[in-house]
């Protein structure tokens, strides 16, 4: 939040701001930074701790289909993490945006649709690796950092190219310097549910076929 | 009870060339059993593959070959056979936020049980912790922790008991009520099937046992015929005293003594084919003789041993 200020007093025009504020804060910071990395540390230890106290075992042994055990590890991930990463991205840019509704909502969404994908993949390496913090991390830092900034075509593969494509195709006209860069907005949403679909699924059929301690 | 139960002395558990192999260690080796209803105890001592077997049997691991069916169904994958087995696992996977009462009625609510209440009741009676299910279960002594995690399993009322070191923790006194609560379980039908690495323990609650060493099924079927077989193979124990050679000359005219010798620093080695009448006779010739024990162990140390001549013969 500081930071909008910062960008916006230090700013010498609207162009200027908007594309500061979009490549520096929006996206270098909260979508390719904070949005990740406060999800994996939740997300995978969602199943850790349960995993080494043994009480999965418990879980597991009770006459509950497999879907309602990973679904709400899930969903809490967005829950507890959900409000606190779009609380701080929507007052960000309500604060750079002199107020404006349009593009806080659209950090919003972008924001709970990348915390949802995340949250889904997460908790799947946390049921199939006990290391599963540092892959996520290297994860993140390879694939979604590096890989999807400097390779166009990663972005439809790519979390973070969700959110901005997201992000931009709900307010284009505030978000203009993601534009060029970002893949259609039915494009992002179908690649998020895809996404958060296909690894809520995988976690299903890991707590099916894992042999649990 | 459920419309899965199956007619009395059907086999409710069958494991049929079951193998478990984690990379290359070969944890269970080609296992077949049926376990029918009454009390039936997994014998073996620790590493054996008595925990593997259980898992196998409750669903938890998938079983690198054969098969294994609980009441007709594959356990693996099947969370609804969960409606008829009640599951007290070797680690103890407790909440310890919860009371006592709060965890048992957690695990009826996952069972789906409604009302809950009359469940909860019936089942913290059977392990008689009535007075301490309101306290949190982080507070608990082990034995009562047991006892309460035996309730959870109890609560849904399943048909068949799966119990993995139940009597870990508790007191002679818990022993006894757990004899009997299982006892009674049993003469109504139920298939309860009970492990442990300690002899004394599944002697006095199984009829039926299936030994397992080194994760081979080394023998299965009647208790007494077994430990009769067992019997016959020596066991030794060693024995430090304060007067060695009045304990040796005490020893040797005792039943069940195969022979006693003197070791260099005045230790005797007593050879014996009935192990419960060894335990018995050292300490009370020691009394009657005002022999002081210092030390009594044995040298076969684990069941192992005990238990080799049945996988060797």
Redesign the interface.
Known sequence: MGLAVIINLAAEGDAAFNEDFTNILLDGLLVAGILPIVTMALATSSFGNELE???L??????????WRIVLPKVLASLVICGPLLVASGVVATLLGFDGEVRPAVAVAVALSAGVLAYAAIFTWLGLVTTRALPFALVYVLLWEGVISTFMSGVDYLSVRGYSLAIMSGLDEARFPALEDRVIELPAAIGGAAIVTVVFLLLGVRRL??M??? | MSESQVPIQAPTINVQGVSKWFGSVVAVNDVSFQVRPGITGLLGPNGAGKSTIL?MI?????ASEGEVTVLGQAPR?N?????D?G?M?E?????GFYTGREFVEF?AR???LDPIAAPVDRAIGLVGLEDAQHRKLGTYSRGMRQRMRLAAALVHDPQVLVLDEPLNGTDPRQRLDFHDTMTNLAEQGRTILISSHILEEVETLASTILLMVSGKLAAAGDFRAIREKLDEQAYRVRVVTDSPRKMAAALVGTDGIDSVSIGEEGELTVLSRNVTSLQRSIPRLAQEQGIRLKRVEPLDDSLESIFSYVVDR
């Open positions: 106290d043994k009480t075992g418990f879980l597991a042994l009770m006459p509950v289909a497999r099916q076929r042999d649990v301690p | 898992h409750t669903g938890k691991a998938s994958n969370p609804e056979l969960y409606r087995i599951v696992s680690h103890e996977a407790v909440y695990t996952l069972h789906g």
